[in-house]
Nanobody, 122 residues
Framework: QVQLVESGGGLVQAGGSLRLSCAASGRTFIGYAMGWFRQAPGKEREVVATINHSGARTDYADSVKGRFTISRDNAKNTVYLQMNSLKPEDTAVYYC???????????????WGQGTQVTVSS
């Protein structure tokens, strides 16, 4: 059974920071790229950041470049999203997902976590 479990969401003031974690069951993590996506009310799901299987390559949406950092610890089967300088427009449900490729298309991701809410107040 494939499981991805996000944690770390919450309520934070603008300018603050949060660190999201996504813990994966063993065979679902090694050798796969991972992505963080978000979905705000009334909007489509969008990519936030992706990381390849080794962690050597990362990519970010323009809206979060310089503020967010994706990383992974393959020994712990965990991927992280460090979010700094948060803005109200970052408010959304954040999801982690797994893919054979580090791409931005959510349709290429086969397993998803349940999501964690991030709310940034102004």
């Amino acid at each position: 059974q494939v499981q991805l479990v996000e944690s770390g969401g919450g309520l934070v003031q603008a300018g603050g920071s949060l660190r999201l974690s996504c813990a994966a069951s063993g065979r679902t993590f090694i050798g796969y790229a991972m992505g963080w996506f978000r979905q705000a009310p009334g909007k489509e799901r969008e990519v936030v950041a992706t990381i390849n299987h080794s962690g050597a390559r990362t990519d970010y949406a323009d809206s979060v470049k310089g503020r967010f950092t994706i990383s992974r610890d393959n020994a712990k089967n965990t991927v992280y999203l460090q979010m700094n300088s948060l803005k109200p427009e970052d408010t959304a449900v954040y999801y982690c997902a797994r893919s054979p490729w580090a791409v931005s298309d959510p349709h290429k991701y086969d397993y998803w976590g349940q999501g964690t809410q991030v709310t940034v107040s102004s």
